[in-house]
């Protein structure tokens, strides 16, 4: 209903409008010809001479009196007769053209329009009505996709996507224990572990690396800590175990129960030998 009523106000609106054009138009056309129009002589007065005008005479008959002229009539046709005025027309043709139509029949043909006017009028009407029916077709089509879809057949590949998903672990067990050393698994290659003075002060020593690089060593006294950031496994040795916390990432490292004097956390990375063994 809204369609139509959208095509409907179209429509409209471009017979306003081509009607408000062809208004103007015959109003400039009537206004040319109305200034084109030849100019009647007998309704102009001629212009004052510019000789000065010459004594008049008279005719005088032989006694000396003068001479009567007889008025001059101007020639009249008589109404009772026909007349042609064309050279080409002949009187029989005259005659039965006029018995054919009378007086009203001539005046409506001399008033006709020209052939090259009916013509350009015509096209112009057959234009508009075209341009109409291709503004209702393309609004139509704009507004209505859906009424033109064609089938098409859509090949879909899903790729299979594999996701290792790596566990945090809340706290850090050990392994294994085996006399001073306390092994843990690490889930990562880079890591941070923090040694704090918790209970009193301690001593801390890092190493890392396959041949025990040291890193850092030195006291690391009560409410105090000390961070590093080990690469791959690395070992921590702590000296009275039982004033230090260690965590590593954020994480608490949980100590075995039975505590030595020295303690080495041994810490195996991600992706080492000894980790997948």
Do not use: C
């Not at 400039?28 to 030849?38: C, H, T, V």
């Not at 009187?91 to 329009?113: G, V, Y």
């Amino acid at each position: 209903m809204i369609l139509a009523l959208e095509i409907a106000g179209i429509v409209v609106a471009v017979l306003l409008v081509a009607g408000t054009l062809l208004r103007i138009r015959k109003l400039k056309r009537d206004e040319m010809r109305e200034l084109s129009k030849p100019l009647e002589r007998r309704l102009v007065s001629p212009p004052p001479s510019p000789y000065t005008p010459s004594k008049g005479f008279r005719l005088l008959d032989g006694s000396g009196e003068p001479v009567t002229r007889p008025p001059v009539e101007r020639p009249r046709l008589d109404p009772a007769r026909q007349y042609v005025f064309s050279d080409s027309a002949s009187s029989e043709q005259s005659s039965a053209l006029q018995a054919r139509h009378n007086d009203n029949w001539f005046l409506s043909r001399s008033s006709h329009r020209s052939t090259a006017s009916i013509v350009a009028r015509s096209v112009a009407v057959v234009l508009l009505a075209v341009l109409v029916v291709v503004v209702v077709v393309t609004y139509y089509v704009a507004h209505h996709p859906g009424k033109h879809t064609t089938s098409t057949t859509t090949t879909t590949t899903h790729a299979r996507t594999t996701t290792t998903t790596t566990t945090v672990p809340t706290v850090f067990r050990p392994v294994t224990v085996s006399g001073d050393d306390a092994n843990y698994n690490v889930s990562a290659t880079r890591y941070r572990v923090t040694v704090t003075g918790s209970l009193g002060e301690t001593w801390a020593v890092y190493t890392m690396g396959p041949s025990s690089t040291l890193e850092w060593q030195g006291p690391v006294d009560q409410g105090h800590d000390e961070s590093l950031v080990m690469t791959g496994d690395s070992r921590v040795t702590l000296g009275s175990p039982s004033s230090a916390t260690v965590s590593v990432d954020g994480k608490p490292v949980v100590f075995p129960a039975t505590l030595p004097a020295t303690l080495v956390l041994v810490f195996t990375a991600k992706g080492s030998t000894l980790a997948s063994s």
